[in-house]
């Protein structure tokens, strides 16, 4: 009787320990899964431009005068897209049939939304986008080193705020901010971030309820270029919540 009692303790030993290994790598991989940006639903609004001059000035020029003249050009850009708005959502405990466990309806938008011209798998190894992939990412773009408002140009500053992406902290990264109704560069962290050599991964970090370029309410403003000789590009939407 006693090795039959011992038999049976040690099988349930074996039990419980093969229990709690599985269980610890459920709950690390769905923190993996959970760390990592996933794919978002986008509702496309409306779109404005500014619109060009349509009518030259003019001056008469006399014989012998020399007059100053102030130039004042506005130009629309050839090659930046910006997308602006609220989030909504939040964080689930679902399974694979899509089935509601329990949910955390999302109070404040707080977090990263990125946009890449790929689809990604893997973020790994993502982190600040470095020089070369800057130049190599005009390239592919058809943006000349001449353009006034190309990458390079406009993504100057590296004093952003730290945030952490696919549990991966990232600081000092190419950078610039967007404007608000009232002060110029004032709100919204734009950051240049890359998942490989040939990937750059165009990042906002989110700032809840802040009066945009536009004076209403927004979450996110974010950057992204596009092709200079078409005037298009497509992007994939991804949301990491914090």
């Known amino acids: 009787m006693k090795l039959l009692k011992k038999g049976h303790k040690e099988k349930g030993h074996k039990e419980i320990i093969l229990f709690i290994l599985v269980a610890g790598i459920l709950i690390y991989h769905s923190m993996n899964v959970f760390s990592d940006p996933v794919g978002t639903s986008i509702t496309i609004g409306e779109s404005s431009r500014r619109s060009a001059a349509s009518n030259a000035s003019n001056a008469t020029a ?49 977090g990263e939304i990125v946009a890449t011209r790929n689809t990604v798998s893997d973020w790994s190894n993502i982190n600040c986008t470095n020089q070369t992939q800057i130049y190599d990412e005009e390239a592919l773009l058809n943006i000349t080193n001449t353009t006034s408002d190309r990458i390079n140009d406009t993504f100057t500053n590296i004093s952003h705020p730290s945030f952490s992406i696919a549990s991966r902290t990232m600081s000092n990264c190419r950078a610039t901010r967007t404007y608000n109704s009232t002060t110029s560069q004032s709100v919204f962290w734009n950051v240049l971030l890359s998942t490989n050599e040939t990937n750059v991964v165009y990042t906002v970090i989110m700032d809840n309820d802040v009066i945009g370029f536009n004076g209403t309410i927004v979450d996110f403003q974010l950057l992204v270029p596009v092709n200079k000789d078409s005037g298009e590009a497509t992007y994939f939407f991804y949301v990491e919540l914090d």
């Open 62 to 110: 006399v014989a012998g005068n020399v007059t100053l003249i102030t130039v004042d050009m506005t130009q629309i850009t050839g090659i930046w897209q910006g997308y602006y708005g609220s989030v909504t959502g939040g964080i689930v405990l679902e399974n694979a049939g899509g089935q509601t466990f329990y949910d955390w309806n999302l109070v404040d938008a707080v």
